[in-house]
């Protein structure tokens, strides 16, 4: 790019957003959001969706597959492995939910606030791609499974009279069918949408219902005794947990609801936990049923709740029931997967990162109907074309590179020094309406010591000291305790044992707030920590037989590893965490999103060598379009270009800012007047004192010089 040096590229693509990106005066209404899209989603709306997303593939495939192929009827504790893996980046999921609660982007939000542009494009990018595959697959799905209703006829009549297609015998037209009818339903509006996944959800889970119970009174435990609980070890159980986390995946989709939901901060952590544990019921409950009703080496990895009542001979109502259970449970899958697709394309059309158009809401339905539309036009035709085990394989790594982001997000955020307050309120035109908001703004840090916390969702609430000498302050991941409210002597036995030992390791308390260089400090080392886990978890995966054979050097090379990994989380312990309080708080901290990150890390370098190829090409495609198109096109772009302008007309840029949520376009110049070195000029409606950024020896005049201009505006009007 001409005229651009390496460090004005660095700054451009490391630019971030603020956290307080959208009011909150929609955020307990059923008004439109900010952004257009209607307020409608309920804690158990976002509950169900979470589950229908999960829920299908993994109860009717996964459970029979591991249990035949890879763990036995030990598959049980692999679904419980997995829910403990997949829990570590749902806790992170609603964190983030709570502090960014009314956003449509999920992960590529997340990254945006912490991370940085280039970054949140290329998770933004790779979420469209996931999304889309999810959606071509479920259809896929859902052709093969009517095909197989009707006995292949259909697959039959296609095969004999069109060409073979990528990777697929024929031509799916049947799952581009159904893939553009779920366009339209998700077309409709999200309250519509979420009445159907709602009621297929309830189909799905009186299904389930009725398998448990059922299955009882097929139950024989000599399935277990007999033949055994873990007839492939304990390494077929890892191994079947590895493959069971995918039947968690999709409870991200709760996350981009933000913008949609009644009340984000409440409902996404409580969805997000809530749809885990609902998901890891089903999937153990219905495990044991399989696993009890019929040996594990019966069983039929393809439709195996179908054939187990099939094989004990049950009624043919039970294998009906069953076969329209899961036609409601891939339905709902693939409702899971387009749902999510278009409201992370428009949260990067809105903030210009993809085109404009995209950004499109129609005012009938509130919903994003262009991005919609085009998004699954896309996935149909993936569908169309290519063939289902290619779509599977592609599936899952754009997830967990998101769920990775998300983690290292929490946990750079976490150790981040307090950031200026952003004044939400409008400046308005009227005389006495400037001097209430002047004076509000001269006064904030009076009203921030003197005002109590208050527990609104959209806000970050900063502790202030309490009157109560006795009251404990909880911040990251153990309880510290200020010393200036209990003496140290007068805390119990533990307590005071815990404090020096934590004292003598160099944990800060919380009365220690962050710095800019510890922060950087955190920025390096989980840099640094990702590179060690990518090299464990390679040495893990290539050098595993040189590991078991007792090889020195691979042994020493992994001891080294763990020890450098356990000194990063260490130095990441000694720094001081941020002392803003949010209704919900990964705990464990830096020890949960570590996990989190080594976790998916594994995961993703266990996928084949080609699946990487196609996301390379995917990448790429995005690369050039963030550097040819978004980097000039971005909404913090012509934010900057908006406040040099400004500063050059005013001589107050380094003493004001953007306000979030403003174009930066077309100012009228009737906002709060000018500074110090302009009286002729006047602040842009969309800008604000940045009273924290002017050193105190300027204050003062400051302030007398705005309270003049403020003066003389009454004056003029009072006259007029």
Sequence with gaps: MPNMDMDELKQRMTRTKSVQEHSSDDAESGLPSASGLRRCLTTLDLTSLGVGSCCGTGMYVVAGLVAKKVAGPAVVISFAIAAFASILSGVCYAEFGVRVPKTTGSAYMYSYVTVGEFIAFLIGWNLILEYMIGTAAGACALSACFDSLSNHSISAYMTSHLSPVIEKPYPDFLALFIGLTMTCIIAAGASKSVWLNNALNAVNLSVWVFIVVAGLFYVNTENWTVYGFMPYGFRGVLSGAATCFYAFIGFDIIATTGEEATRPSRSIPIAIVASLVTCLTAYVSVSLILTLMLPYYQINGESALIDMFVQRGALDAAKYIVAFGSLCALTVSLLGSLFPMPRVTYAMARDGLLFGFLGHIHPSTEAPLVATFISGVMASLLALLVGLPTLVEMMSIGTLLAYTLVSVSVLILRYQPERDVISRKPIASQATEHQRGIENELDDKEEMATSPATNKDDEFLLPTKSKDKKEKKVYGSLPLFNPESEELDRLGCFKRNLKIFKMYLGIPGDDVAPSDESARMVIIV?????????????????????????????????????????????????????????????????????????????????????????LGVWLAIGILIYFLYSIRNSKKEKKSKEKAKMEAETGLGEFTELKDGAEGENHVGNGVPGGPMHSDKQLPNDYHIKRTAIPEPELDRVEHHLHQRTSAHTHDNEEE
């Design 526 to 614: 989980v840099c640094c920590l990702f590179v060690l886990m990518t090299s464990f978890c390679l040495l893990v995966d290539f050098g595993e037989s040189f590991i078991l054979e007792g090889a020195a050097w691979a042994i020493l090379l992994a001891i080294l590893f763990l020890l450098a990994i356990c000194a990063g989380v260490f130095v990441i312990m000694r720094q001081p965490q941020n002392r803003r309080r949010v209704q919900f708080m990964a705990p464990a901290v830096p020890f949960l999103p570590c996990g989190a990150m080594f976790i998916n890390i594994y995961l993703m370098l266990k996928l084949p060598a080609l699946t990487w190829g196609r």
